[in-house]
């Protein structure tokens, strides 16, 4: 059982910057896989971001890449997404989640099952 806390959000100007945390309270933090999801209004969740348990594989979705940066720290429990050069597209409410299970590839083409824990998501809203 893993319990995660998203922190970070708000409101920013397009063109802007944000860093979300996600503290998770567990003693095996190193064994899930983690990720960003992302949820417009009237729209579906949608698989932004993973990183596997070391930080050498990371998966972003094709609209964030080269803006968005996952990273997480093991020995802090916790996950980071830097988003840089927001958009009007990126406001959403955020959800950090984490996945114990052990292959990374089967966890990002099956991201919407694999992931079973979540937190209760952060605003952002980016102005235009």
């Known amino acids: 059982q893993v319990q995660l806390v998203e922190s970070g959000g708000g409101l920013v100007q397009a063109g802007g910057s944000l860093r979300l945390s996600c503290a998770a309270s567990t003693r095996t933090f190193s064994d899930y896989i983690l990720g960003w999801f992302r949820q417009a209004p009237g729209k579906e969740r949608e698989f932004v971001s993973a990183i596997n348990w070391n930080g050498v594989n990371k998966y972003y979705l094709e609209s964030v890449k080269g803006r968005f940066t996952i990273s997480r720290d093991n020995a802090k429990n916790t996950l980071y997404l830097q988003m840089d050069n927001l958009n009007s597209e990126d406001t959403a409410v955020y959800f950090c989640?984490?996945?114990?299970?052990?292959?990374?590839?089967?966890?990002?083409?099956?991201?919407?099952?694999?992931?079973?824990?979540w937190g209760q998501g952060t605003q952002v809203t980016v102005s235009s």
């Open positions: 989640a984490a996945s114990s299970a052990s292959l990374y590839d089967e966890v990002i083409g099956s991201a919407h099952k694999k992931f079973a824990y």
